[in-house]
């Protein structure tokens, strides 16, 4: 039996982060991984559905090259060949796993292939071999979840949670399917209007499927800004997806899907039906009830630090519940090895930006106007167009808004939405602000280059001040 200082459950990227924050600050460590490095971001979510959407880009600017006055090129005919597309992402999905093999090499990780299962709070078995560490970060990510409704004539991809064959069923699939597929669909019902499903809604609208979204909240995205859901809304729409918002799925059969919406019973078919209602925390197999360890239902409860209520073992990712992103779980997992080193830190919660990757781009950091309103009662609200941006037009998207909420007493920023061109890639300017406690009338003082997208925010925060210049 080999002993470590550290062991982590989950290759994902909060696994593997804290894995080589552990070992470069000189403990033995080992990794668990019972499938692919990389966990659901790297190879059933965040990196294979953007290399989907980059693919979907480019033929929406082959489709606009005549507007630029490029000739020669056959519009017409343009369209995606989905092999191809399939070859592309995982051949980028290969090359990234590989590098996180790599770093962890690099740095003396040893890592181990297998199931996780607990024996006791110190030691772990790994299929046939048993491990015994000092610390245990458990990091096993979540699942999709399951609709809780009647089906009949049709089912679940048997490959279903996790996916192991990639295989694709005939109907009823989850995004890790919905990233397989060969040939475009007629049509499709998305169930579920959260980042997941809208992502996927977008994708297969613009490569030719008729979509539906059916949502059971009063819009799609209900954790973004309502302006800016209201604006994203409307460009769903333009690409030709239906939405049907407060509605309810009742029941699916076969190929069609009933639900209430405005007091009546609607059915609508989908050669493909995604269910994506969100993710749940994945804790099968870990023999968690021989710890002890404080639930909240499937989450793994812990403080600010990382720590469950057992000493030595913490919860990083998707499997504590509290934040389902990717980059939440790198910086948990370099704080939870800042704990084990004895160092006192904490995460805060409010200053996690979120992406949400359809075109124009979504990011945002902070509360929205609303959740200001109610946590401040007086706010500063300032807000600049993308159409009155001069690198934006020069681009042809020119759609879309920033938006900037700011206390109004100490003027200090709490929250900003994006909704453009290059939101994603723009908003980690607002993350360091806020961490740094920056206010409005700060921000204005950094020269921002010109042309870039990324005038626009000094620009909301002059309009915030009551001092726009390049609005009215």
Aim: one cysteine or more; proline letters at 4%; a negative charge.
């Amino acid at each position: 039996m080999e002993k470590f200082d550290v062991a982590v459950i989950g290759g994902g990227p909060g696994g593997y982060v804290a894995a080589i924050k552990a070992a470069q600050s000189g403990k033995k460590v080992c990794l668990i991984e019972k499938e692919s490095l990389g966990g659901v971001c790297l190879n059933q979510g965040c990196i294979p559905t953007k290399t989907m959407i980059k693919s979907v880009e480019i033929l929406n600017s082959v489709k606009k090259c005549n507007d630029f006055g490029v000739i020669g090129v056959e519009t017409a005919g343009a369209g995606i060949d989905m092999i191809k597309l399939q070859q592309r992402k995982t051949k980028v999905v290969k090359q990234l796993t590989g590098g996180v093999g790599a770093l962890l090499k690099a740095n003396g990780v040893k890592v181990f292939k297998g199931n996780a299962s607990f024996i006791d709070k110190k030691n772990l078995k790994v299929d046939e071999e048993q491990v015994e560490a000092e610390n245990i970060i458990i990091a096993t990510g979540s699942i999709p979840a399951k609709l809780p409704v009647s089906i009949s004539g049709g089912e679940y991809c048997p490959c279903h949670a996790p996916c192991t064959t990639r295989d694709v069923c005939t109907t009823i699939i989850t995004s890790e399917e919905a990233l397989e597929i060969t040939e475009i669909p007629k049509s499709m019902v998305v169930i579920g209007g959260g980042v997941i499903g809208i992502e996927f809604a977008y994708i297969y609208a613009n490569l030719g499927t008729k979509v539906t979204v059916v949502e059971m909240m009063d819009r799609i995205l209900p954790m973004v800004d309502e302006e800016i859901t209201s604006q994203v809304t409307k460009m769903l729409q333009k690409h030709g997806i239906d939405i049907f918002t407060e509605a309810k799925v009742t029941n699916i059969a076969g190929t069609e899907v009933y639900f209430e919406h405005a007091g009546s019973k609607k059915k609508v078919d989908g050669n493909k039906v995604l269910v994506s209602i969100g993710r749940v925390p994945n804790t099968e197999g870990l023999n968690l009830e021989t710890l002890g360890l404080n639930m909240n239902r499937k989450a793994i409860e812990t403080d600010s630090g990382l720590r469950t209520n057992i000493p030595g073992i913490y919860a990083i990712g998707d499997v504590n519940g509290v934040s389902m992103l990717a980059h939440t779980a790198s910086m948990e997992g370099i704080i939870a090895v800042e704990n084990i080193l004895g160092n006192n830190h904490v995460i805060d919660y409010s200053k996690i930006p979120s992406c949400i990757y359809v075109h124009p781009e979504i990011a945002s950091v902070g509360l929205t106007e609303q959740q200001a309103k109610e946590k401040y009662g007086e706010i500063k609200v300032g807000k600049f167009p993308l159409a009155a941006n001069g690198k934006a037009t020069v681009e042809g998207t020119a759609e879309g808004l920033i938006k900037v909420i700011v206390e109004a007493k100490y003027e200090e920023i709490v929250g900003v939405h994006i909704y453009g061109i290059h939101a994603t890639d723009m908003i980690s300017e607002s993350v360091l602000a806020m961490s740094l406690e920056a206010t409005a009338e700060e921000i204005p003082w950094a020269v921002h280059p010109h042309p870039t997208v990324a005038e626009i925010i000094p620009e909301a925060f002059h309009a915030a001040l009551g001092k726009a210049i390049h609005s009215v």
